[in-house]
């Protein structure tokens, strides 16, 4: 089944040190996004990739950072420089970066960070 | 994108109807209308969109009024598998520019 791979599922890191977390996708979609959700608060973008060696800031990019070397993967490592990293990660990847209202969004099963 | 409203939670009993309201009142005329849904510690499912027709598919119904103004997803026969937060985002074309709030909690009763 085509879908998308979220790795690991759960992840604890000790504060100072860096961690990537996996995404990958079977669905050839050209698109790909970075999400991060926190209680009481909508999902919020962190970066976004509409085609391969290319990837864009969204509006909480500070302290991550991204990679786009293939159409199928899309990993987020998350720096010391992040002053808050604990949080649900979110990956999803759609068939075109814009252009339809009717693009729909297909999203991994989350990865859980908790810094300690 | 415009900015939607929804009711924080609801309730439903099994087996029976649940409408779920979504407010978009400066919804521009070609933003879609999607409606996600959450299962706890899971990514968001795509459950439905539609632009001015009502739409059906197997998980559920979307009613738009006439104005646009508002929508409100239907589930016909609620499940204990239908537990989740409901999100109601409006689309313009440019998946890096939606806005997603707290969605609305539906809790099933059996």
């Known amino acids: 089944d085509g879908g998308i791979t979220q790795s690991p599922k759960y992840l604890f890191r000790k504060e100072g040190q860096n961690v990537t977390l996996s995404c990958e996708q079977n669905?050839?979609?050209?698109?790909m996004y970075w999400y991060r959700q926190d209680p009481g608060q909508g999902l919020r973008l962190i970066y976004y990739s509409q085609i391969v060696n290319d990837f864009q800031k969204g509006d909480i990019a500070e302290g991550y950072s991204v990679s786009r070397e293939k159409k199928e993967s899309f990993p987020l490592t998350v720096t010391s420089a992040q002053k808050n990293p604990t949080a649900f990660y979110l990956c999803?990847?759609?068939?075109?970066?814009?252009?339809?209202?009717?693009?729909?969004?297909?999203f991994g099963a989350g990865s859980r960070l908790t810094v300690l | 994108d415009a900015k939607t409203t929804q009711p924080n939670s609801m309730e439903s009993n099994e087996e029976e109807p649940v409408h779920l309201p979504c407010n978009h009142s400066t919804i521009s005329g070609t933003d879609y209308i999607h409606w996600y849904r959450q299962l706890p510690s899971q990514g968001p499912e795509y459950v439905i969109h539609g632009l001015t027709s009502n739409v059906n598919n197997r998980m559920a119904s979307l009613a738009i009024a006439e104005d646009r103004k508002s929508s409100t997803l239907i589930l016909h026969r609620a499940t204990l598998r239908d537990a989740a937060v409901y999100y109601c985002i409006t689309h313009a074309g440019n998946n890096r520019k939606l806005i997603w709030g707290l969605g609305t909690s539906l809790a099933v009763n059996p």
């Open positions: 669905l050839n979609h050209d698109a």
């Open positions: 999803a990847s759609s068939i075109r970066g814009s252009s339809s209202g009717a693009n729909v969004l297909t």
